[in-house]
Structures are given as structure tokens and as C-alpha cells.
């Protein structure tokens, strides 16, 4: 968790803890540089294509950034769960501690209500 101040782009190896195996993100995260830190470590990237200015996406890469938002929309949803259903909008505690540990109880919260609607299933 960062302060507002930064851009998740400006700190991404401080978000990465090392050993993963795939990274996916928004193509507002995409640069070169990660892109080749990223193949020669052996981890897939999986950053979403942009287009240039006047030069929109090619028929490929609109086709790798679909398959790549399935991805990540599978992440997005305990997100979005947080947001509509437990009120988590925004982060209006005073000091990046407070946040964090208010973003972890959402985040048991969240894990609570899926499992009781797991188990629910079977």
C-alpha cells in the first residue's frame, strides 16, 4: 500500500515481492523497461497494449488485451464487492497504517462473506 502521492507505475518494484510468476496490470503500468525486466526474470507480463497518439491498437493486440482482461477482471471482483456492498470507496483514515489495516479487514470481511456463500453451494 503507497500513499496517493506516487502513481502505482513510479513504485511497482516496491508492489512486486519477487517471486511472482505473472504480472498484469492496466495499460497506464505498461513500459518498456519493466516489459524486458520482466522476460529476462522469466516472469510473464501481462500489461495491457496502448495505443499511440493517431495510431490505435492493431487486430492482435486488441485480441491479447481481451485475453488479458479476463485475467484481470477475476481480480477486480473482490474489489468491486468491497466497494458496493461493504461501503470501502475510499480510504479516509489519517496515517497509511490506519488504511492498511482497514484494507485488511475489508479484505477478512470479503474472504468471510465468500466462503459462507462457498460453502453455501455444496
Known amino acids: ?9 513510479q513504485v511497482t518494484d516496491e508492489l512486486l515481492s519477487g517471486d511472482e510468476q505473472c504480472v498484469f496490470g492496466d495499460s497506464a503500468y505498461c513500459n518498456k523497461a519493466d516489459k524486458r525486466k520482466a522476460r529476462k526474470d522469466g516472469v510473464h507480463y501481462g500489461m495491457l497494449d496502448k495505443g499511440a497518439r493517431r495510431k490505435g491498437l492493431s487486430k492482435s493486440q486488441k485480441k491479447r488485451n481481451k485475453k488479458k482482461s479476463k485475467v484481470r477482471s477475476a481480480v477486480e471482483h473482490p474489489f468491486g464487492y468491497m466497494k458496493e456492498k461493504l461501503g470501502y470507496t475510499k480510504c479516509v483514515a489519517k496515517n497509511l497504517s490506519r488504511n492498511s489495516f482497514l484494507f485488511d479487514m475489508n479484505c477478512i470481511m470479503y474472504n468471510i462473506f465468500r466462503a459462507g456463500y462457498l460453502l453455501s453451494r455444496t
Do not use: K, V
Open 1 to 9: 500500500m503507497t500513499s496517493a502521492q506516487p502513481h502505482d507505475s
